[in-house]
């Protein structure tokens, strides 16, 4: 059994929530930190392997906050019964590996089966299986809620305005930018006295506003609705259709035969002009095309009655035209097989403006892609790992991903960096994350860097020194949606919303509660709380347009937006002990 602190006095053993906590890198210390300044009467027990990266402060420092801090290199039965789990009300399991996480929870399930879990895990396979070991159970994935900070930042917003759930992105944006059919519900409306009403009732086609905020679902990049083309359309620039032409033909071939090919066709184009003015025989602009064209082509006759400056002209256009052929050849081959070779290897088979540049493709660099390139943004990836965990949902969305080190000027350089519009850098290793933004700051000064630092304190320290836009730590961002979890309900993300900010949670339905056997529109409370969408019990599937009718059953979940007041209403009619009367 876990000991307390010695100035924690007796009588507050019994009273105070117990949380166990297991992890080994930033994440477990973000999370105690944010539990022992909560507000709540919490005592925190640690648990960590004797090693554990070197950017995890000493987490000795927060024991005078009712932090105690246990190690263990196995996360097994006497590990949580030395924690006192039994009889503790919930438990973090952390660890940044999904199968360890998920050894310990079924190790945990031994100890105390009634206990609130709340798991760290990336795999959507594995995830299933942890929530079905207990009954109150949350799986969060640290990817999925970091993500959207990193969007915003890249596409320099103060704050994100879209998540992603269950394969689904969603973004807030006003209702005259979003077709109808995009639109899933409305956050605000307001009033002719402006004043602003959060998640009303779904209002009637004539009080709809073009102002009004509502959430819409992104889907990629349909004609008419590429954000990229957008941002261009209100900087006032046009794509340059002869520019990217160029630019693509440019990539295609090599630079030694692209200029023999220049030279030659601008001998061709010399010497026809010299034989048609030195030809004794007037001729129209159709037959000098002619006479130069075949002339190249080897099919003029020898004409011993033209001058000599004419002769000279018609010997060299016909050896220029001699060798221009097997130059298209070559050109048109070297062509192919240069694009070919760019899509193998992921390099850029051109030139691109104002798109990401992505570097990392792990759990959380493959979320990110993921958001932009559903936001309609165009990204190319970077990541030294040919099999990376993102490199294959990339490949399938078309995404060019180039495999090499993101600090190497060349890999910035066939990324297209001096014409992106935001350099963002997630991979796991914060001194190649360093380099990297840094080389592409000091080629590119106005370029927007994002930049994932492990270590929260670092990550601000960078920001004002080498003024690189912004600085986050994993760690940083997701540790309240944990420690919600941990306390209270499943919060999935925190989106702002006008001056106001909203949650997007999942409400589990229990036996016996106000909601079991109630239609799903007892849920909706228009200002409070509104309904998503929601999964049947033991089934995956979200139906995104449920009907209100629907009468709601035990283990079915309601996936919902709601302000903190709302939720709270809403997990109370639906917890247990709630029956109705």
Request: aromatic share 2%; hydrophobic share 45%; with cysteine.
């Amino acid at each position: 059994m876990s000991v307390l602190p010695a100035n924690q006095p007796e009588s507050d053993q019994d009273s105070r929530l117990h949380l166990v906590l297991c992890g080994a890198d930033a994440l477990v210390y973000t999370l105690a930190e944010e539990l022992a300044n909560s507000r709540d009467r919490i005592r925190i027990t640690v648990i960590t392997p004797h090693r554990v990266r070197a950017d995890v402060p000493d987490l000795a420092g927060l024991a005078d906050r009712g932090v105690e801090w246990q190690k263990a290199d196995r996360l097994d039965e006497k590990a949580f019964e030395e924690a006192g789990l039994a009889g503790a009300t919930a438990l973090a399991l952390v660890m940044p590996d999904d199968m360890t996480n998920l050894h310990a929870a079924l190790c945990a399930r031994e100890v105390e089966a009634t206990l609130r879990v709340v798991v760290r895990m990336s795999s959507r396979g594995l995830s299933k299986s942890v929530d079905r070991l207990f009954p109150d159970c949350a799986v969060l994935s640290d990817a999925e809620m970091a993500a959207p900070a990193f969007v915003a930042a890249a596409l320099g917003e103060v704050a994100p305005t879209h998540f992603r759930r269950a394969n689904r992105t969603l973004y807030v944006a006003q209702r005259a930018d979003v077709p109808a059919r995009r639109t899933v519900l409305t956050l605000t409306v307001t009033d002719a006295e402006g004043e602003v009403s959060v998640l009303p009732a779904e209002p009637s086609p004539g009080e709809m506003l073009p102002t009004d905020l509502v959430l819409a679902e992104a889907v990629g990049r349909p004609p008419g609705e590429d954000v990229t083309r957008r941002l261009l359309s209100r900087a006032g620039r046009r794509p340059r259709r002869l520019l990217t032409f160029a630019r693509a033909i440019r990539a295609a071939l090599s630079r030694k035969l692209g200029i023999a090919v220049m030279i030659t066709i601008g001998t061709t184009l010399v010497a026809g002009a010299v034989l048609n003015g030195y030809d004794n025989n007037p001729h129209s602009p159709w037959e000098q095309i002619y006479i130069t064209l075949l002339t190249a082509v080897g099919s003029s006759d020898v004409e011993e009655e033209r001058n000599a400056i004419a002769q000279a002209a018609q010997l060299v256009l016909t050896l220029a035209g001699l060798a221009l052929i097997p130059l298209i050849t070559a050109a048109v081959v070297d062509g192919m097989v240069n694009a070919r070779l760019a899509l193998t290897q992921g390099r850029l088979t051109s030139e691109l403006a104002d798109h990401v540049v992505l570097v990392g493709l792990g759990t959380v660099g493959t979320q990110v892609m993921r958001q932009l390139h559903d936001l309609g943004v165009r990204v190319v990836a970077i990541d030294r790992n040919p099999n990376a965990p993102g490199v294959k949902p990339a490949r399938q969305r078309g995404i060019p991903v180039i495999t090499g080190d993101a600090a190497s000027e060349e890999t910035l350089r066939a990324a297209s960096i001096d014409t992106c519009q935001a350099l963002v850098v997630l991979s796991t290793n914060d001194p190649v994350n360093l380099e990297a933004a840094l080389r592409a700051r000091s080629n590119h000064e106005d370029l927007r860097v994002v930049l994932r630092l492990f270590d929260d304190d670092f990550a601000q320290r960078m920001e004002s020194a080498f003024q690189i836009n912004t600085s986050r730590s994993v760690s940083r961002l997701c540790a309240p949606v944990f420690a919600a979890a941990l306390l209270e309900r499943d919060v999935h993300t925190t989106i702002p919303v006008d001056r106001h900010a909203v949650l997007v949670a999942t409400v589990t339905v229990a036996a016996g509660s106000e909601l079991d056997g109630a239609p799903l529109e007892h849920a909706e409370h228009p200002g409070e709380s509104r309904v998503l969408g929601m999964s049947a019990n033991g089934g995956e599937w979200v139906d995104w347009v449920p009907d209100r009718r629907r009468v709601l059953a035990e283990g079915d979940r309601i996936l919902v937006v709601a302000r903190r007041g709302g939720l709270r209403g809403l997990s109370e009619l639906a917890g247990p002990g709630r029956k109705r009367g």
